[in-house]
């Protein structure tokens, strides 16, 4: 069999490079934040590599949906549970 790595190309080679770097579990961040406080002075930091990201709240521990909404550039944005998120620039991916 040949490596998969030598035939991947664009995000996919970007993310078995990633894999291959040690980023096992999170190369393109997408892992589950645990909430701090969610006030509006202590909010959930949502990182983001484009303008713009959809945002994923799970409002209660053992909610059966979660409430989504999208989080733009420099922006703050609070849930209806109350809890608050705000926009953080990603550093580019190496
Ligand atoms: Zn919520």
Redesign the pocket.
């Known amino acids: 069999m040949t490596d998969p790595l030598e035939h991947a190309t664009g995000l996919v080679k970007q993310e078995l490079l990633s894999k291959v770097a040690g980023n096992e579990q999170n190369p393109f961040d997408m892992r589950v934040y645990k909430c701090v406080s969610g006030d509006s002075s202590n909010q959930t930091m949502v990182p983001s590599f484009y303008a713009s990201r959809l945002v994923g ?3 209660e521990e053992d909610a059966t949906c979660v ?1 989504r909404m999208w989080l733009h550039t420099g922006e703050a944005k609070r ?5 608050w998120f705000k926009f953080d620039d990603a550093k580019p991916m190496v």
């Open positions: 709240c799970i409002c409430n849930c209806e549970c109350g809890y």
